[in-house]
T-cell receptor, first 113, second 118 residues
Framework: GNSVTQMEGPVTLSEEAFLTINCTYT??????LFWYVQYPGEGLQLLLK?????DKGSNKGFEATYRKETTSFHLEKGSVQVSDSAVYFC????????????FGSGTRLQVQP | DARVTQTPRHKVTEMGQEVTMRCQPI?????VFWYRQTMMQGLELLAY????????DSGMPKDRFSAEMPDATLATLKIQPSEPRDSAVYFC????????????????FGQGTRLTVV
């Protein structure tokens, strides 16, 4: 079946540090890949997505590249801010048939001033 | 600003009571999902509707949970009877899924219903 594995958190960084949150997946076929962010007390918001191999999704300074050869979709940001503190979820959905999202366990990011 | 609306935002109920959670998906979306979020299990898919028809409810405890879409503007999730282990945040999400893989759009989440069963 489909599954998503994320690095354990929390990840604690100082402001302006470089961020990497690792995500690997297991899926049949060619899934679409997503990063969602959840701020305290809120629902999940789409951060970025990629629908095919070698696509790069980007938004608000965050980037992730769909790597089919390593089945990975790592999230990166060159300079984090305190406002980036949140829980980040990697997810996948199949490109046909059952398209519900399968989520990773989430990684909490804490950015200190 | 289109968004998924969930009611109530918070619900505290006694064990054994019926709980109904409601969701208004984004107008024009053809797919609705119900997820449950807990610290231990993370985000679990409970049910999944396409064009108001249930496609997958294998994640739901069938003896106590039920999900329906009476019309395109309303999805409901009911728990009867509720138990303390049902305490969680329940999220509804909607999306537009089309035939081409390139048009597999993302799911838009509501703010959730925080359920506490005492």
């Amino acid at each position: 079946g489909n599954s998503v594995t994320q690095m354990e958190g929390p990840v604690t960084l100082s402001e302006e540090a470089f961020l990497t949150i690792n995500c690997t997946y297991t899926a049949t076929g060619y899934p679409s890949l997503f990063w969602y962010v959840q701020y305290p007390g809120e629902g999940l918001q789409l951060l970025l997505k990629a629908t095919k191999a070698d696509d790069k999704g980007s938004n608000k300074g965050f980037e992730a590249t769909y790597r089919k050869e390593t089945t990975s979709f790592h999230l990166e940001k060159g300079s984090v801010q305190v406002s980036d503190s949140a829980v980040y979820f990697c997810a996948l959905s199949r490109s046909a048939g059952r398209r519900a999202l399968t989520f990773g366990s989430g990684t909490r990011l804490q950015v200190q001033p | 600003d289109a968004r998924v609306t969930q009611t109530p935002r918070h619900k505290v109920t006694e064990m054994g009571q019926e709980v109904t959670m409601r969701c208004q998906p984004i107008l024009g979306h053809n797919t609705v999902f119900w997820y449950r979020q807990t610290m231990m299990q993370g985000l679990e898919l409970l049910a999944y509707f396409r064009n108001r028809a249930p496609l997958d409810d294998s994640g739901m405890p069938k003896d106590r949970f039920s999900a329906e879409m009476p019309d395109a503007t309303l999805a409901t999730l009911k728990i009867q009877p509720s138990e303390p282990r049902d305490s969680a945040v329940y999220f509804c999400a909607s999306g537009l899924v089309l035939g081409s893989p390139d048009r597999n759009t993302e799911a838009f989440f509501g703010q959730g219903t925080r359920l506490t069963v005492v």
